[in-house]
């Protein structure tokens, strides 16, 4: 058997206070005909990065709709987990080539998991999350010899704007045979994808998680002061995994041109790693290395990520989040952030530029002048910076709550099975 996920409870009439009654009713008008289905999410981690965050309220939330849903994880070892951060790599667009011997060892762990997953009965809707545990479906055909039941998503948080084509063209076969897919924004649908039914989906953040709900002053400053920050002086923040993608070097490169005129400015980089990520350590440690001498700089570190009350309170407190990302699927960060009315500068990049409209929820930039000058005015402005706050909040709760991913995801099951919305 596959490893089974345990989650909290959650119960979606808490959300009542945040998104309205109404908005809860039709939660569960949708819900009523899938009352008792069977859902397996899939996935490669348990912890670590925007995909389990996800998984941790959406799968309790469709249980307490009456959907019987569970979250399972694939099981991987280290060399498995290096050949899927190359695919993962290669479909956001780096450089690199998928040698035969490491296409060999996914289709080994995949074949594994098909097994494995064999054990588990039968479910009426599969989510298969990103590439890593994408091969399953394929592989319970080849030994089946007929087509799986159930419907089977595959459900892609990537940025597939600019795949490599070898990447994409190894993973093609695979993920065509589903019978639907999800992205995060439209431009990630790869022209040349036929079969499964395409459908854009961004996702949505938790308000009533511990990273997410409001913490009191008190609170925050004693958390502060436990990670030495000086909450008397500004702090910029950055909170992700340490991956290569998310440019931490450059986040550093551009704190060092603002210090000489703020010198008082901190600088917070938290972040950690996630099961299925060999990468992180040694992200993490050129950055502990490239940061040496270059001003008043917190890095935090936790091995799946720094744990929730803290990122809470460093997001809560910044006077300026910023997001410097290469690719971003989508940026669940950037929602956490914005929630939380703080001012946020991002890269325009994959879904970030999804949440922030310039200027009016927040600065997308390019280059490193445009990073440097929006900081600047936002250190500057706090009336801007509160202005921009309100309005990325707002934002979020008319697109970004996790009970309008949960919404997508009814519809779409109601869609697929034939019982289309009336
Ligand atoms: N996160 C965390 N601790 C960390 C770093 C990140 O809990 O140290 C969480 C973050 O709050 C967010 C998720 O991990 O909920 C990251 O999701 P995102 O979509 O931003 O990026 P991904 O890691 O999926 O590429």
Same mark, same amino acid.
């Given at each position: 058997m596959t490893e089974c996920v345990l989650t909290?409870? =959650?119960?979606?009439?808490?959300?009542?206070?945040?998104?309205?009654?109404?908005a809860i009713q039709e939660l569960r008008q949708l819900a009523k005909p899938l009352c008792g289905a069977r859902v397996l999410h899939l996935n490669a981690t348990a912890a670590g990065g925007g995909v389990a965050e996800l998984l941790t309220a959406l799968v309790p939330l469709m249980c307490d709709l009456g959907l019987n849903a569970e979250w399972r994880i694939l099981q991987g070892a &280290?060399?498995?987990?290096? +050949?899927?951060?190359?695919?993962?790599n290669g479909l956001q667009g780096m450089p690199l080539q998928l040698k035969p011997d490491m296409k060999e060892t996914w289709l080994k762990y995949s074949s594994l998991n098909a097994d494995l997953l064999g054990h588990n009965g039968i479910y009426d809707f599969v989510v298969v999350h990103d590439p890593q545990p994408a091969g399953v479906l394929w592989l319970l055909r080849q030994r089946n010899g007929h087509r799986n039941p159930g419907i089977w998503i595959w459900r892609?948080?990537?940025?597939?704007?600019?795949?490599?084509?070898?990447?994409?063209?190894?993973?093609?076969?695979?993920?065509?045979?589903?019978?639907?897919?999800? %992205?995060?924004?439209?431009?990630? %649908?790869?022209?040349?994808?036929?079969?499964?039914?395409?459908?854009?989906?961004?996702?949505?953040?938790?308000?009533?998680s511990t990273k997410n709900r409001l913490l009191?002053?008190?609170? +925050?400053?004693?958390?502060?002061?436990?990670?030495?920050?000086?909450?008397?002086?500004p702090f910029?923040?950055?909170?992700?995994?340490?991956?290569?993608?998310?440019?931490?070097?450059?986040?550093?490169?551009?704190? &060092?041109?603002?210090? =000489?005129?703020?010198?008082?400015v901190q600088l917070v980089l938290v972040g950690g790693g996630a099961g299925d990520d060999p990468e992180a350590w040694?992200?993490?440690?050129?950055? +502990?290395?490239?940061?040496?001498?270059?001003?008043?700089?917190?890095?935090?570190?936790?091995?799946?990520? +720094?744990?929730?009350?803290?990122?809470?309170?460093?997001?809560?407190a910044a006077s300026v989040v910023v997001q410097k990302s290469i690719r971003e699927g989508f940026g669940l960060v950037v929602a956490e952030a914005l929630w939380k009315s703080?001012?946020?500068?991002?890269?325009?990049?994959?879904?970030?530029?999804?949440?922030?409209?310039?200027?009016?929820?927040?600065?997308?930039?390019?280059?490193?002048?445009?990073?440097?000058?929006?900081?600047?005015?936002?250190?500057?402005?706090?009336?801007?910076?509160?202005?921009?706050?309100?309005?990325? =909040?707002?934002?979020?709760?008319?697109? %970004?709550?996790?009970?309008?991913?949960?919404?997508?995801?009814?519809?779409? %099951?109601?869609?697929?099975?034939?019982?289309?919305? =009336?």
């Open positions: 909290q409870e =959650r119960a979606l009439s808490d959300y009542t206070s945040i998104v309205g009654e109404e &280290d060399e498995f987990y290096k +050949v899927t951060k190359a695919m993962h892609c948080h990537l940025d597939l704007s600019t795949p490599r084509p070898d990447a994409w063209e190894f993973l093609k076969p695979y993920v065509g045979v589903y019978d639907a897919a999800i %992205f995060s924004k439209r431009d990630y %649908f790869q022209k040349d994808f036929q079969g499964p039914r395409c459908f854009e989906v961004p996702p949505g953040m938790d308000p009533l009191d002053d008190e609170e +925050v400053r004693s958390i502060l002061l436990r990670y030495g920050i000086d909450p008397g002086r910029i923040c950055k909170v992700s995994r340490f991956d290569p993608w998310k440019d931490f070097q450059g986040v550093i490169d551009i704190y &060092d041109l603002l210090r =000489r005129e703020f010198p008082e040694s992200c993490y440690q050129r950055t +502990v290395a490239y940061a040496q001498g270059k001003g008043d700089i917190h890095i935090l570190w936790g091995q799946s990520g +720094v744990s929730s009350p803290e990122l809470n309170a460093f997001q809560q703080r001012p946020v500068v991002a890269s325009d990049v994959g879904g970030i530029a999804l949440q922030i409209s310039h200027r009016k929820t927040g600065y997308l930039v390019r280059s490193v002048n445009e990073w440097v000058e929006a900081i600047t005015y936002l250190l500057q402005n706090s009336e801007a910076s509160a202005r921009l706050g309100r309005a990325g =909040r707002d934002l979020v709760q008319e697109r %970004f709550l996790i009970t309008r991913y949960l919404r997508d995801y009814l519809k779409i %099951f109601r869609t697929l099975s034939g019982r289309v919305q =009336r």
